[in-house]
């Protein structure tokens, strides 16, 4: 009966446990929602980019990098589940179309549209 009780007490506590984690990690991922932004900073000079082909945090992670290296680009945010990379760039800079989909098509993936905001 003792060995009953202790697994049971291990059970409810792992699932305890789990039910916490599951809720931290949707916060932090409804704040990064909210913020709109994954690196940088935002401005008003935006380019909303659809990509094909980004399916992990480190698609994600890798296009940030490209994109943070260069001056023209204050900020982006990347959304996994849409397909989708928001660039903030400074507000006099442009990048060219055709310059944007070959840097995604260097790192593998497919451009489906570009829409500039501003």
């Avoid at 697994?7 to 984690?21: D, H, P």
């Avoid at 990064?32 to 690196?39: A, F, Q, R, V």
């Avoid at 400074?90 to 829409?115: P, R």
């Amino acid at each position: 009966m003792k060995i009953f009780l202790t697994l049971l007490g291990l059970i409810i506590i792992t699932s305890n446990t789990y039910a916490k984690s599951d809720k931290e990690e949707k916060h932090s991922h409804d704040e990064i929602t909210t913020n709109g932004l994954s690196s940088g900073e935002t401005t008003t000079n935006i380019i909303n980019i659809n990509v094909n082909g980004m399916v992990c945090d480190f698609c994600a992670q890798s296009i940030e990098k490209v994109f943070m290296k260069r001056d023209d680009v204050k900020g982006i945010n990347v959304n996994l589940e849409d397909q989708k990379v928001v660039l903030y760039l400074k507000e006099e800079a442009n990048i060219e179309d055709k310059t944007l989909s070959l840097i995604f098509e260097d790192a593998g993936y497919t451009v489906e549209g570009i829409n500039r905001a501003s």
